[in-house]
């Protein structure tokens, strides 16, 4: 067949192919296009699903009568010039692919005035039917209708209308919450869905698409370094969700995924976050455009970033000082409540603004006039929330080999030293617990007071729990949770340490793969080394261990290395220091006394003892609670000893 050129039109619909996926795609386009055109207030209206409609109405700079045309050509854009411009780029859109795209698969009319004069254009299938001058105010009306109509093999992938709604609603939240100082309002089938007051304050866009119950709790987070600022807002460890979605990370203004610095994010919370639970998080970063390359995919999500390890320590250090100097102890009858020392204060609204949980994929409508007074009262009784939070928070130095035991309690004058400061202080070989030590302290200014409460021995039940109490009332421990944690922070400090000793094995254990299981294996011998497990090659499918670390049981030798093995093989990329945090959990929870155990009382008072002492003692290391505290208030009501007000 010969090699020909493809009409336009065709190349267009390939282009919509990669561009519009389904109706949320035109959403995104188009509402990008409007924050471009530097709109104050954006409207949204959608009727079923986008599929039939789809219009977004804005009051930006317009388009000049003569460019109308040009918008619909491909690759024609106001935003870039030559090719360095790719690496300065300060819009969202830069490619003129949007409007071609979306035209070439629907029915669009554009409106448009840029303050001087007006057009109005109509287009099927992104050939131009008819024009005409318009008397439109300065800003512009894009009309998306009949989508897909023209290439039913795409409607046959599209879901239901509530999934498409969800898709919709999606990308207005997440746009709001990237532009605060954009006025957007959502309707679908005339009904107003969702409404952001575009006053430039994120906390009222938190309220707006959250709830102000979960915006009330959040707390402000705001950390720079020489190349990125990061201001945000993020929720504490016990209002979480069971999907990561609810990180939402915008760079320069710009919504991104990056798995990178989403798992900052959670690393952020190290240990205080339970397994498969995560946390909400609207974190704004402010970038130097030519550390980035947002060139990279056709709907601009993924962006490329220099110095993105830079970026990963500034907010999973920003995160742990924050959330380090909280101490919990769930009560019986409520969520886990915190305790706190010299800790952050998060923004808070008041309790009268409560509303239930907004999820992102689903917003629910409210009265305009109700949120806009509520979040006028909300300014004028709220300090600025950093102030609030204030800048010093801390935890006591881990700078001396001490086992758990030695650690000390959290002091409310700190010092935070600099990136920069730890590295030049601290030795590669000491970069894991450079990851649970984010502050320094003069001993001298240690607060002694103890974090743990002092707990008098009661007893011990169904072989699981340990009875205690205080002057406060009593407590209910997970023995299992608790050794877990013991056993945890030894590991964890001692795992592939300096003068960690080594078992030197006369018979060594071999460790038979499949080839292409050695070939991924071989490339990770280096980190295995320094785990302090030292292997051979002894074949071509086989691996010889001579030695191993002495905290390995040396009737689990087998068991534990080919668990490690795994550890690294599920996450390649894993620095050596993250791996030995997994091996610490694996670990402390593998060695530690199950349910059904029973205890004497000098081995329960011991355990008690040792948990005390403990960095964290209130949990274990996959986030559970270690303890539960009965108030003595809550167990004279349950007795009726004290009466409930009416």
């Known amino acids: 067949m010969a090699i020909q050129l493809l009409p336009s039109q065709v190349a267009d619909q390939i282009a919509a192919g990669e561009v519009v996926e389904r109706p949320a795609s035109v959403v995104k386009e188009l509402l990008e296009n409007a924050i471009d055109g530097q709109a104050q207030e954006i409207e949204i209206r959608v009727e079923e699903g986008g599929l039939r409609s789809i219009q977004v109405i804005d009051d930006g700079i317009g388009i000049a009568s003569d460019e109308v045309e040009l918008a619909f050509k491909r690759h024609a854009t106001s935003k870039i010039h030559q090719s360095q411009d790719l690496f300065r780029i300060h ?107 575009g006053k430039g304050r994120l906390q009222e866009v938190l309220a707006a698409v959250y709830g102000f119950k979960q915006a009330r709790e959040m707390y402000p987070i705001e950390a720079e370094s020489l190349d990125f600022k990061l201001t945000g807002y993020v929720s504490p460890p016990t209002l979480t969700r069971a999907s990561k979605n609810y990180i939402s990370l915008y760079l320069n203004g710009r919504y991104i995924r990056n798995y990178k610095l989403s798992q900052a994010v959670i690393d952020g919370y190290r240990e205080k976050l339970m397994i498969g639970r995560y946390p909400i998080a609207v974190l704004h970063i402010e970038a130097d455009p030519q550390l980035l390359d947002v ?53 808070r609204l008041e ?35 950093w102030e609030e939070a204030g800048r010093s928070s801390g935890n006591a130095s881990l700078d001396s080999e001490a086992s758990p035991s030695q650690a000390q309690p959290v002091s409310s004058e700190t010092i935070q030293p600099s990136i920069e400061e730890r590295q030049h202080k601290h030795s590669e070989k000491e970069v894991w ?19 743990f409460p ?58 038979e793969f499949t080839q292409d299981e050695m070939l991924e294996i071989q490339p990770l011998l280096p980190k295995l080394k320094e785990m302090q497990l030292d292997f051979e090659l002894f074949g071509s499918q086989t691996l010889q261990l001579s030695a191993h670390p002495t905290w390995i049981r040396s009737d689990q030798v087998h ?54 002492q403990c960095q964290n003692p209130f949990n274990c290391a996959h986030g559970r609670p270690v303890l539960i505290h009965y108030s003595t208030y809550e167990i004279e009501r349950l007795f009726k000893r004290i009466q409930d007000s009416h």
């Not at 100097?325 to 009560?331: G, K, M, S, V, Y």
């Not at 617990?433 to 974090?451: E, F, H, L």
């Not at 993250?578 to 000098?602: E, G, P, V």
């Open 91 to 197: 819009s969202l859109g830069f490619r003129g692919e949007a409007l071609p795209s979306i035209a070439s698969v629907s029915e669009m009319t554009l409106e448009t005035s840029d303050g001087q004069t007006g057009t109005w254009i109509y287009l099927q299938a992104g050939e131009l039917v008819d024009r005409r001058d318009s008397h439109l105010r300065q800003g512009t009306s894009v009309l998306v209708e009949n989508l897909f109509y023209n290439t039913p093999a795409r409607l046959k992938y599209i879901k239901s209308l509530p999934t498409e709604l969800s898709h919709i609603s999606n990308i207005i939240n997440r746009q709001a919450l990237g532009h605060p100082q954009i006025r957007f309002r959502y309707f679908n089938e005339d009904k107003l869905v969702f409404e952001s007051n």
């Open 454 to 511: 002092d707990l008098d021995y009661i007893g011990q039940l169904h072989g699981t729990y340990l009875l205690a109490s205080d002057d406060t009332g009593m407590y209910l421990l997970d023995q299992h949770a608790m050794q877990e944690r013991i056993k945890y922070e030894y590991y964890r400090d001692h795992i592939g340490t300096y003068g960690t000793a080594m078992q030197e094995l006369l018979i060594p254990e071999l460790f």
């Open 559 to 612: 068991e534990t290395v080919e668990e490690l093995i795994q550890l690294a093989l599920n996450d390649k990329s894993a620095s050596v220091s993250k791996f030995r945090q997994a091996t610490a959990i694996m670990m402390s929870c593998k060695l530690s006394i199950k349910a059904n155990h029973y205890l004497s009382d000098d081995q329960a008072k011991q355990l008690i003892a040792d948990l005390s």
């Open 433 to 451: 617990r450079d990851v649970d030590r984010i502050t320094s302290i003069d001993a001298k200014q240690v607060d002694q007071s103890p974090r």
């Open 351 to 385: 309790e009268s603004y409560e509303q239930g949980h907004l999820p992102l994929s689903s917003p629910r409508p409210q009265s305009p006039s109700r949120r806009e007074s509520q979040l006028s009262e909300l300014v004028s009784s709220t300090n600025d929330p």
């Open 295 to 347: 060139n990279v995919h056709p709907t601009k999500m993924e962006v490329r970033i220099s110095k993105e390890d830079v970026l990963y320590d500034l907010i999973k250090e920003s995160l742990d000082h924050i959330f380090q100097p909280l101490q919990r102890i769930p009560e019986a009858n409520q969520p886990l409540q915190y305790t706190e020392e010299a800790n952050p204060e998060p923004f």
